[in-house]
């Protein structure tokens, strides 16, 4: 069974400039998560959806932060414009339904290096 | 924040037991204790979730007391392959999103 895949990996960016993270769930996953994971601190929930419908974006930053699920597969992350502070780890995540009851799978994450 | 409390940091010698506390004294009676470890510059993986009863699968054992207030997880025989960052985590009802803590850092020594 393929993963969830997310690309590109790596990206630098300057700040003010615009960046986008792409990602494809496991095949079935209604459920998408993403979050964003600064060095030495666990993940924070950015946003889920359930299919592609938003279940929670509390803590999306929607001024320069947005994210879609278009046809309920996969979907992207936007910033713009980009701020020194956004340098992090964004992984992608999955699951079969919600948090509460399946557990997530994860992507490699894009490392992304705001300078 | 997160609802865990977990040691920041712990050492164990390859080929013995791991055992990883948690502490999450407010959890609620249809909470899941979910447990994850992030191995250097990968995405967290899954390792074993419970609700009230010990479990067990083939990565790991989970040990939930009977208040429900703590658990433990084991690794039986660790290997240097298991040096990781290990989250416990509480699913919050009603959101049922995840709220990562620091997690406990694992060391396994040769």
């Known amino acids: 069974e393929a993963g969830v895949a997310q690309s590109p990996r790596y990206k630098i960016i300057e700040k003010r400039q615009s960046v986008a993270f792409w990602c494809n769930p496991i095949?079935?996953?209604?459920?998408l998560y993403w979050y964003q994971q600064i060095l030495g601190q666990g993940p924070k929930l950015l946003i889920q959806?359930?299919?592609?419908?938003?279940?929670?974006d509390s803590q999306l930053p929607k001024d320069r932060f947005s994210a879609e699920r278009l046809k309920g597969v996969d979907s992207t992350l936007k910033i713009q414009p980009a701020k020194l502070e956004d340098s992090a780890v964004y992984l992608c995540?999955?699951?079969?339904?919600?948090?509460?009851?399946?557990?997530?799978?994860f992507g490699p994450g894009t490392r992304l290096t705001v300078t | 924040d997160a609802k865990t409390t977990q040691p920041p940091s712990m050492d164990c010698a390859e080929g013995r037991a791991a055992n990883l506390p948690c502490n999450h004294s407010?959890?609620?009676?249809?909470?899941?204790v979910y447990w994850y470890r992030q191995i250097h510059s990968q995405g967290p993986q899954y390792i074993i979730h419970?609700?009230?009863n010990n479990e067990t699968n083939e990565m790991a054992s989970l040990i939930i007391t009977e208040d429900r207030k703590s658990s433990t997880l084991i690794l039986p025989h660790a290997t240097l392959r298991d040096t990781a960052v290990y989250y416990c985590?509480?699913?919050?009802?009603?959101?049922?999103?995840?709220?990562f803590g620091t997690g406990t850092r694992l060391k396994v020594l040769a």
């Open positions: 995540a999955s699951s079969f339904g919600l948090a509460g009851t399946y557990e997530q799978y």
């Open positions: 095949s079935g996953h209604a459920t």
């Open positions: 959806f359930q299919n592609n419908g938003v279940v929670d």
């Open positions: 407010t959890i609620s009676g249809n909470e899941y």
């Open positions: 419970g609700l009230k």
């Open positions: 985590i509480v699913s919050t009802s009603g959101t049922y999103k995840y709220i």
